[in-house]
């Protein structure tokens, strides 16, 4: 028996999430799917991170356990001849029995894009937000650097978080602009249902000028969602990478055209 560990990179626009559910076209069945035609036997995957419902995805990990007798090369090549053009495999790597994608993490890495721009875009309409009204990043930096560090996250958790303790680590979290987008980046252990968009959400009201940046430590502080800000559109929020520790050995992730656009 071996575990394997994939990275995925998919386009979340026509799926209904990450997890899977019946009668609905979900990432996880999409792959499971796919690798139980490889392995020729029922193949269960285990994430990194679950994403919503147009949630995109750079550096999505997962892991799985097979008997079956293939090569890490006919795990991403076969795998993606059966995975529709939105999900590619970009790697695969044989780790060891203590490897698990969630559990393993020691932090996961969340892109949120908007397109800031009077007109929207059909191009980039499933890609990025669209906020129509001009956005001022330096007020929104000011704002998120309120956040940086441990902190309770009640604030920012979705209504549906399952998550026991709502104490989260964020060891990163810039905003900059290049020309007409502006890119949230933000680095944690782990997320809440929600957190990215709805700090997207507050850092938005701030860099519309409706908020002082000071709110956003007002809303970490009262502990309640309503007190806080809209929570921002799926499609501007990426899955961009996991690290794990050194001792797996895993790929970065691929230098694509993505990264080349969110690199600063």
Not at 119 to 143: D, K, T, Y
Request: proline share 5%.
């Amino acid at each position: 028996m071996n575990k394997i560990a994939l990275g995925l990179e998919y386009d979340g626009t026509n799926y209904h999430g990450w997890q899977s559910q019946d009668h609905l076209n979900t990432l996880q069945s999409s792959v499971e799917t796919a690798l139980s035609t490889v392995a020729n036997h029922p193949v269960s995957v285990v994430c990194a991170g679950r994403t919503d419902a147009g949630v995109h995805a750079l550096g999505q990990v997962v892991h799985f356990d097979s008997e079956a007798p293939r090569t890490l090369d006919n795990w991403v090549m076969g795998g993606n001849a059966h995975l529709p053009d939105s999900t590619a495999i970009r790697w695969a790597r044989i780790v060891d029995e203590t490897f698990h994608a969630r559990y393993s993490a020691l932090a996961r890495h969340y892109y949120y894009v908007i397109y800031n721009h009077p007109i929207r875009s059909s191009i980039f309409r499933h890609r990025a937000a669209w906020w129509c009204m001009p956005l001022n990043e330096h007020w929104m930096q000011a704002g998120a650097n309120y956040l940086l560090g441990e902190h309770d996250f009640t604030s920012f958790r979705g209504i549906n978080c399952q998550a026991k303790k709502p104490v989260r680590t964020i060891h990163q979290l810039s905003v900059k602009r290049q020309q007409d987008f502006i890119i949230i980046k933000v680095t944690a252990n782990a997320f809440l249902h929600h957190m990215v968009r709805n700090i997207a959400g507050v850092l938005i009201a701030i860099g519309e000028g409706k908020k002082a940046p000071l709110w956003a430590l007002e809303v970490l502080h009262v502990c309640d969602r309503k007190k806080a800000g809209i929570t921002a559109p799926p499609t501007g929020l990426y899955f961009a990478k996991v690290e794990y520790p050194e001792k797996y050995a895993l790929p970065t992730m691929p230098i694509t055209l993505q990264n080349e656009i969110f690199a600063f």
